[in-house]
């Protein structure tokens, strides 16, 4: 792939991370909030509800006051003949003390004229004694004989108030009305204390769409909703409001999707003098006095809760995320894991294919070496038997010589018998055989000494007294030292010497010293062969010392290399390497050097063996 359409994946990857990343916080925040706003619509209500309870059964407390009184036989008095001052002081005394045990704002009794008689506040500057009602609906409804309600702003107090007034009958006939005044001021201060810190706020809204109640100040005696120019003007002059102006509180209906289907509450922007607020608007209709009560919820905990949901969706995305990531990665290595592992079984496999095949070839080349190794032994077995049997043809002229003079003798001794037989000298005969069986002895040894010689080894160590092996290679050399006069001087231990190897190629290679010792010294006058035994510490010493010319100096290192002869025609060179080989084979070592009187001196050193020690 090429490294444009690389980077374009990675950014298209990007992209759907973030707009997935989007997408689930919006649905998260969809869903939540909607039980959210389900949430604050179940209490908005119950708060409504309370609310809507408390101003009812407030205004229901008072409601029965003027109901009361109007019973009362000092009113009538008071009404029928007004110009009884004490019975009117008695009744501003009541009035007053009813007033200040029901926490009424002012009672007070009107004639029917309009004019206020008696009051509780009769002690006030302000007092409603003397002041003429007759203008105020409530007066006249009640003068029609019905209980009134009304509402209004105080003329001489400036302040709301909800007014009660009913009709003091003297028989059927309507002679006054007694009415009472709540302070709304009280009502929303006392609700205030009952309810304490909430995150809510309430409007009470009379049917002129006049704010009337609300617990805040900013908002009272203003309007809501759509009202036109004709009605604030009519508003404004209207007795009710006590010439207060009457502004318009805007309030707008906000649509949003985070709103749940089926709650009673919705969304308002309240456009105050000082900020813009959206506030979860629920309302309800008191049915007696035909407000509408606005309960105006804080949006705050939505808004925490809109924070907390976003927290928590990003942290959710990115959890998921990271986890599919995590097991991605995790699947990656394990399939990379597995390839490994596959890989490498693989190249054990074929490893251990190649290691058989080159242990099959090591095999056949070792089958091969042995086969080799046996064809050597078979060659050196048939050169070492060559090499004696070349030194035995060396010694044939003296074997002759030897074979041949006793020959030689039983002959005349056998004629020399056949003769006394004839002649009947029994006693002379007899000494003849006797001579002939010697000489036949002889010659029988002579004979077999060669043919041990000349036999083959069966290459088995064993126990070798040198002494003896020494004596039988001497056997073997003595009339052909004798016949070329040569003086041997053997230096021989008394204590036999053992040493563990082979007799007869040890005989081999003492033989073939003592001939070459021999051939040195052809041409010497004095011939003198010296052979020295003796110990020294574990090794048994063999010295073979001549006095012919010795080795040239140049040839030291080569006289035990094979076929290495000065002996032109009758030399195979293989003597001295043959026998150093034997030696070695036994554990032992073989030196040559020239002695410093002249000739050469050979050393040869063995293991000694202690037949007692071993088992
Ligand atoms: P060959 O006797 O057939 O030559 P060897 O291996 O026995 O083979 O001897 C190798 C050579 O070592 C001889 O040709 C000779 O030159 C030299 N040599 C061996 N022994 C002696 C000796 N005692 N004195 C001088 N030279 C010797």
Not at 4 to 17: E, G, N, S
Not at 454 to 461: D, E, F, P, Q
């Amino acid at each position: 792939m090429s490294l444009k359409k690389i980077t374009a994946k990675r950014y298209f990857v990007l992209l759907m991370l973030a707009l997935g990343f989007i997408f689930t916080i919006n649905v998260a925040k969809l869903f939540g909030l909607r039980l959210a706003y389900a949430e604050l619509d179940k209490q908005s209500n119950s708060h409504l509800n309370h609310l809507v309870f408390y101003i009812e059964s407030t205004l229901g407390r008072f409601e029965k006051i003027p109901k009361v009184l109007a019973k009362h036989p000092l009113l009538q008095q008071v009404l029928t003949s007004p110009k009884q001052s004490d019975s009117a002081e008695k009744l501003n005394l009541l009035l007053e003390e009813i007033g200040s045990v029901t926490q009424a704002s002012d009672i007070y009794l009107i004639d029917k004229s309009g004019v206020t008689l008696a009051a509780s506040n009769w002690q006030s500057e302000r007092t409603f004694i003397g002041m003429d009602f007759s203008f105020r609906p409530y007066f006249t409804q009640a003068m029609q004989g019905s209980l009134a309600r009304y509402y209004a702003v105080g003329l001489s107090s400036n302040k709301r108030g909800y007014y009660f007034a009913y009709p003091v009958k003297k028989h059927t006939e309507v002679i006054g009305v007694i009415a009472v005044k709540i302070s709304i001021d009280e009502i929303e201060n006392q609700h205030k204390e009952s309810v304490g810190e909430n995150d809510y706020n309430f409007l009470i809204v009379a049917p002129d769409d006049v704010v009337f109640i609300s617990d805040q100040a900013q908002w009272r005696l203003k309007t809501i909703g759509e009202v036109d120019a004709n009605k604030t003007a009519r508003l404004n002059s209207s007795p009710r409001y006590s010439g207060r102006e009457i502004k318009n509180l805007a309030v707008e209906n906000v649509q949003s999707s985070y709103l749940p289907q089926g709650i009673s509450g919705s969304l308002y922007n309240i456009e105050g003098a000082e900020e813009q607020q959206l506030v979860f608007a629920q309302q309800k209709q008191m049915l007696d006095v035909g407000w509408r009560v606005h309960l105006w919820t804080s949006l705050s905990t939505i808004e925490q809760q809109k924070s907390f949901l976003t927290i928590i969706s990003a942290s959710g995305y990115l959890l998921i995320l990271f986890l599919v990531l995590f097991s991605k990665e995790r699947m990656r290595n394990a399939k990379n894991q597995r390839n490994a592992r596959l890989l490498l079984e693989q190249k054990v496999k074929e490893r251990t294919a190649d290691l058989t095949a080159s242990n099959a070839l090591l095999s056949a080349e070792i089958e091969q070496r042995k086969q080799t190794q046996a064809q050597l032994n078979e060659t050196q077995e048939e050169l070492i038997q060559s090499a004696k049997l070349a030194v035995i043809g060396n010694m044939s002229a003296s074997i002759n010589h030897e074979i041949n003079q006793p020959l030689t003798a039983l002959r005349s001794y056998s004629q020399n018998a056949l003769s006394y037989q004839e002649r009947g000298q029994d006693d002379k005969t007899r000494h003849n055989l006797q001579l002939i069986i010697t000489l036949v002895d002889r010659l029988s040894k002579i004979v077999s000494q060669f043919k041990n010689f000349s036999k083959k080894s069966m290459g088995i160590a064993a126990q070798v007294c040198l002494q003896d092996c020494i004596d039988a290679a001497i056997s073997l050399i003595k009339h052909q030292a004798q016949s070329e006069s040569v003086q041997l001087q053997l230096q021989l231990p008394e204590e036999k010497i053992f040493i563990l190897g082979d007799d007869i190629r040890l005989e081999q290679v003492l033989v073939n010293l003592f001939n070459n010792a021999m051939q040195a010294m052809a041409n010497e006058d004095n011939k003198q062969l010296t052979i020295n035994v003796y110990r020294e510490n574990d090794m048994a010493i063999i010295t073979i010392k001549d006095n012919g010319p010795g080795i040239l100096a140049g040839n030291l290192d080569k006289i035990f290399e094979p076929f290495f002869t000065t002996k032109e025609r009758i030399g195979l060179g293989l003597g001295l390497s043959i026998s150093q080989r034997i030696i070695e084979s036994m554990e032992g070592k073989m030196v040559v050097e020239n002695h410093e009187k002249g000739g050469a001196e050979f050393k040869i050193m063995l293991p000694t063996y202690n037949p007692s020690n071993s088992k």
